[in-house]
Nanobody
Framework: QVQLVESGGGTVQAGGSLRLSCTVS????????IGWFRQAPGKEREGVAS???????TYANSVKGRFTTSLDNSKNTLYLQMNSLKTEDTAMYYC??????????????????WGEGNQVTVSS
């Protein structure tokens, strides 16, 4: 059974930082992509960052230079470090896992496995 458990969301003032965690168990893919997505009320889900099993990172233009991903293989956990947060970063954040080719700057959202989501609120 594949499970993605997220943590680390919360409320922070603009300019602050948060770190999200996504612990993956039962990953069925040896070559995989783990993606971070967000969805604000009334908006479509959008890709934020992704990490492929070969270590390749991809970031959306809106977060480049502010967000970074890292992977702790010993804990099967992917982190999303979010710095210089802006009010427009407010959204529900999700992690997802699928085959390696899902890591693309076209940001497909049809990943097979998803976490439950974590709210990030950035106040002005």
């Amino acid at each position: 059974q594949v499970q993605l458990v997220e943590s680390g969301g919360g409320t922070v003032q603009a300019g602050g930082s948060l770190r999200l965690s996504c612990t993956v168990s039962g990953n069925p893919y040896s070559s995989y992509c783990i993606g971070w997505f967000r969805q604000a009320p009334g908006k479509e889900r959008e890709g934020v960052a992704s990490l492929r099993s070969d270590g390749t990172n991809t970031y959306a233009n809106s977060v480049k230079g502010r967000f970074t991903t890292s992977l702790d293989n010993s804990k099967n956990t992917l982190y999303l470090q979010m710095n210089s947060l802006k009010t427009e970063d407010t959204a529900m954040y999700y992690c997802a896992v699928d085959r390696f080719y899902f890591c693309s700057d076209t940001w497909p959202t049809s990943y097979t496995y998803w976490g439950e989501g974590n709210q990030v609120t950035v106040s002005s």
